[in-house]
């Protein structure tokens, strides 16, 4: 008689949105395995449609509450994009600003209070307060550091509005740049003190090699610079996702699956961005990671925890040199005028790279919109993960089992509202 | 009344009911003793520890979603006890009010005095108030008052 055993766990806590897990073992031999997306899909790129291209930015930020930054700025560097319309110098800078604060939130309360809690035992990170309070607390105070620069120059800490097309609508005042700069003095040995002590936890050795993708550029650790480049040979143009990726629809979940078309499965994120960019990363940064024995192109998805802290380090030395060198433009933004065509835009959202590609109209009508979030990307990565992760664990009772499959999900962040805004409506009539 | 009395209304004007703990504060700011520090909070709710730090006793005034009938004001002591987890419906990336609370009393950081007074709302699009949460808050302000005075 054959013995099957199941994992389920009907609801993932502590990922943003309603996402499950199920894998089956049958006589010790690996079954199916599901990352099953059951959040009710949320139409964005539908709603998107017969708006006005100046609206993207602020309809698509309502995508996300921890990344909205990342969804402008991908709307407006897309719209920007078919305009015609370049946005550099200090403009460029300050909206590198407000991605560095998106960074530093979203990264500490990732690492803090949502992941770290799997490494040391603890079932939340409320739970893991009560006996480290003094991490938690550090933790708190790096990621209030990151509200801190999306308030001040998005105007308000969530679904921030002050992100425009063609730039911004209000400039940071000198004294407000200031303000921002002590309290990042103050978090950079915050940032640093993460790295330790994320690489000093216990982390699972667990290596599956799979092929990166982020956004490269030769002249900095890209935000949302460069072409789109992996560990495989991909170098393309931002425009060109979709003649190198496909998105598909599988029928257990609310997500769409992406994959590269000639290979399948590949993943994005913080690893994939330290293993195509790494030189580029600021030097303390740098050091930690070297100091941390992180090596580029980690193939142990566990690690993660660790890129996210050089990270969240990289970010704040990055808004340090920023306020810094910086001089005010002569106005907050650009003029935009409409122009009929296909723009796209990319930037690397804390989880990964998030792909926006719109065709508006002359009048500036958006007529088509498809947006592709990190978590859809990552989607088969994260299951042939949790394959992995079974096939050396087998061994152990079903709770530990559970407690490894939920933290291996975890290492990628996913967001699970981001990925299912899409709108495919079948109806077959007979 | 004691001093160190502060009440916050949390929540989004510009998210339908999800607004109604502002406008109760605002009530509550026209009528209550000066002494009383009446603030709103739209920001992340992980941010509520610093907005009680310093105050001895503190009453939230938040929208709940989907636990009560449209209107309809509950009063929590949540001191001692967490708060009733149906509270949790309305927060962005899963950090709302209850976790913001079980968090401070991990770290020791709650106030002396905690007290949540919740409004059900019924419609979390747009701007503006339901009219039957807009008829509540004369009653909610009367809730926070009660709480203030035997503060």
Request: one cysteine or more; proline letters at 6%; aromatic letters at 6%.
């Amino acid at each position: 008689m054959s013995e099957t055993r199941t994992i389920e766990v009907g609801y993932l806590a502590r990922v943003e949105g309603e996402g499950s897990l199920r894998a089956e073992v049958i006589d010790g031999q690996l079954g199916d395995v599901e990352f099953n997306i059951f959040e009710p899909p949320r139409f964005f790129e539908g709603l998107l449609r017969d708006r006005r291209f100046t609206e993207a930015p602020d309809i698509t930020a309502r995508i996300c509450g921890i990344c909205p930054i990342a969804y402008q700025i991908s709307a407006v560097t897309a719209m920007e994009n078919v305009c015609g319309v370049a946005v550099d110098g200090p403009l460029h800078e300050l909206r590198r600003l407000i991605y560095c604060g998106e960074y530093i939130e979203s990264h500490a309360l990732h690492i803090y209070l949502l992941h770290a809690p799997d490494f040391l035992g603890y079932d939340s990170g409320i739970a893991m307060a009560a006996d480290h309070r003094a991490i938690v607390e550090r933790g708190l105070r790096l990621k209030q550091t990151g509200n801190e620069i999306v308030r001040v120059l998005g105007g308000r800490e969530i679904h921030p509005v002050n992100v425009r097309v063609g730039g911004f609508w209000r400039l940071p005042t000198r004294a407000e740049l200031q303000g921002l700069a002590t309290e990042l003095d103050r978090a950079r040995d915050e940032a640093l003190e993460t790295v330790k002590w994320v690489s000093r936890l216990n982390i699972p050795q667990i290596t599956r090699p799979v092929e990166f993708v982020a956004l490269s550029d030769p002249d900095r650790y890209s935000f949302f610079e460069g072409r789109i480049r992996s560990t495989e040979g991909i170098d393309i143009d931002v425009s060109e996702w979709n003649d190198v990726f496909v998105e598909e629809h599988v029928q257990r979940s609310n997500a769409l699956h992406a994959r590269v078309r000639e290979r399948g499965m590949f993943a994005v994120g913080p690893t994939a961005r330290f293993a195509l960019n790494h030189e580029k990363i600021q030097p303390s940064a740098a050091k930690a990671a070297a100091d941390a024995g992180l090596k580029p192109g980690v193939a142990n998805p566990f690690e993660s925890i660790v890129v996210r802290a050089v990270e969240t380090l990289h970010a704040v030395e990055e808004a340090l040199a920023i306020i810094d060198a910086y001089e005010a433009p002569q106005a907050a933004n650009l003029a935009v005028e409409p122009v009929a065509g296909v723009g796209h835009g990319a930037s690397e959202a804390p989880r990964g790279l998030l792909y926006h590609r719109y065709e508006i109209d002359d009048t500036g009508t958006i007529m088509e919109a498809q947006l592709v979030p990190p978590t859809s990307q990552n989607q088969l990565s994260i299951e042939a993960d949790v394959r992995e992760v079974l096939r050396a664990n087998l061994d152990k009772p079903d709770d530990e089992l559970q407690w490894i499959l939920e933290q291996s999900i975890r290492n990628y962040d996913p967001c699970i509202s981001c990925a299912t805004h899409f709108l495919r409506l079948e109806v077959n009539r007979v | 009344m004691s001093s160190g009395v502060r009440v916050i209304g949390v929540g989004n004007p510009t998210r339908g009911d999800d607004g109604v703990g502002p406008a109760v504060a605002a009530e509550v700011a026209r009528t209550v003793d000066p002494e009383v520090d009446v603030i709103v909070s739209t920001a992340d709710p992980s941010r509520l520890i610093e907005r009680w730090e310093s105050a001895e006793s503190v009453v939230l005034v938040d929208a709940m979603a989907d636990c009560a009938a449209p209107g309809r004001i509950a009063v929590f002591d949540a001191t001692d006890e967490p708060l009733p987890s149906d509270f949790d419906a309305i927060s962005s990336h899963g950090f709302g009010v209850p976790a913001a609370v079980e968090l401070a009393r991990s770290l020791g950081r709650l106030p002396k005095h905690l007290v949540v007074v919740g409004i059900a709302g019924s419609e979390f699009e747009g701007i503006g108030l339901s009219p039957v949460v807009e008829d509540a808050i004369a009653d909610a302000v009367q809730a926070v008052m009660e709480v203030v005075e035997h503060a």
